[in-house]
């Protein structure tokens, strides 16, 4: 069982930047490719970000590519997500996914562990 605790969600005026964090409490976290999706208000849960075990390989959704960079430090079971030039748009609660696999992906059912999500609100 994997348990993942994201932070670093807030609310950022537009053009700022926000880190997240999503740390993982399982002994073998370097076999565990990782990811990030966003859930805004009465829409659907959408893919942001993903990071393979090894973190040599991300893949982004055209929407945050070239502002958002995804990382990860498997010494501390952690994947960052750094957010920078921040849109009203991107305002969601943020979830951080684990799946059971070594390459990225970029759809829901590939993932097989969620947190609870942290909320980013940006401001215009």
């Known amino acids: 069982q994997v348990q993942l605790a994201e932070s670093g969600g807030g609310l950022v005026q537009a053009g700022g930047s926000l880190r997240l964090s999503c740390a993982a409490s399982v002994r073998t976290f370097s076999i565990y490719a990782m990811g990030w999706f966003r859930q805004a208000p009465g829409k659907e849960r959408e893919f942001v970000a993903a990071i393979s075990f090894s973190g040599g390989s991300t893949y982004y959704s055209d929407f945050v590519k070239d502002r958002f960079t995804l990382s990860r430090d498997n010494a501390k079971n952690t994947v960052y997500l750094q957010m920078n030039n921040l849109h009203p748009g991107d305002t969601a609660v943020y979830y951080c996914?684990?799946?059971?696999?070594?390459?990225?992906?970029?759809?829901?059912?590939?993932?097989?562990?969620w947190g609870q999500g942290t909320q980013v609100t940006v401001s215009s």
């Open positions: 996914a684990a799946r059971r696999e070594w390459g990225v992906a970029a759809t829901r059912s590939d993932y097989d562990y």
